[in-house]
């Protein structure tokens, strides 16, 4: 890394952390996917947070935040990163089709395709996260195309990861991802289907406030009553309001009302499991077991079963 832009990235990032009330616990130097060199942070609510209540955050190291709307928008990104460092496993999610995942290992910034292809790569892993150390996962490549590049701010993490991970999301739930025990690259497309021109937001899934009560329900009872002892889980999280086509407001509505259900426990916008909750946990692993079951092609097991004519 240069000196210079160390120096320049490191006081940027350190003053939007401040005011998104993280600590810059380390700054290094590292290199993206073509070996050009990249400044990694990691930041976290203390300095003394344990590795797995870290957020790693990877730019260029020739990034600059000259446009007007950059550093706001970091800094917006980093306000919800510390909320979501609040949770008891901030890397995990939950799709609207029930399967419990987290995201890891993604490899900031984006890279050109060395295929040939006019698009922009980025790496990352996605593991089934049910509490029981399963081995399936998803070698992640997602791409996106240069018209839908024109769309984003830059194409570095504070400004993609959140649609990234929704894309990741809503590629399972079309059944087009497999969860494995080991594979090559699974490809996660992201296009200008997933974005209005008109609205200038991003749309994933039109959900009714049915499908979004059942989402929050599903969500407290993996994040909070499996993956974290009952811990509180932030509730209007934004990136879970994109994938759903709604408001962090709707979200903290919805969960007022599984709150007096007697599902869940809320305080503020963070909620945790309650024993009724956990009492659904056969629906629930009936729906992960129907999830896994749809994103298993059926040509797979016809082929080893040597069911084919190829």
Known sequence: MSIDFQTAL????????REAGLTVVSSEA?????????????LALASNAPAEHTLQLELSDAFDFQKP?????????????AKRLKNPRPDAYVTIAGLPLSFSGFEWPFHRSTSGADTYIVHGTAHLADGQGSPLHTKISASMTVTFA??????EQPYAETFIYNAIRKTYDYGQLELLKSGNRQP???????????QKKFIFTDTTDETRMDFLALKIYWLSGVLGGS???WIADPRDAQYLNTTPEELARMAADLSRQGLLSLTDDYAA?????AGKAEE???KLEAALAFIKPSFNEEMRAGHTNM
């Open 188 to 198: 996660v497309p992201v296009t200008t289907r997933y974005y209005s021109r008109w």
């Open 231 to 233: 811990q509180p889980v």
């Open 30 to 42: 590292g290199t993206d996917f073509n070996n050009k060199p990249t400044a990694k942070f990691k």
């Open 284 to 286: 629930y692993k009936a």
């Open 10 to 17: 490191t006081a940027t990032v350190g003053t939007a952390a």
């Open 69 to 81: 709307d950059l550093l706001p928008e970091m800094t917006s990104h980093l306000r919800e990163a």
């Open 150 to 155: 024109e769309i984003v701010p830059a194409p």
């Open 273 to 277: 499991a309650t024993t009724s909750l």
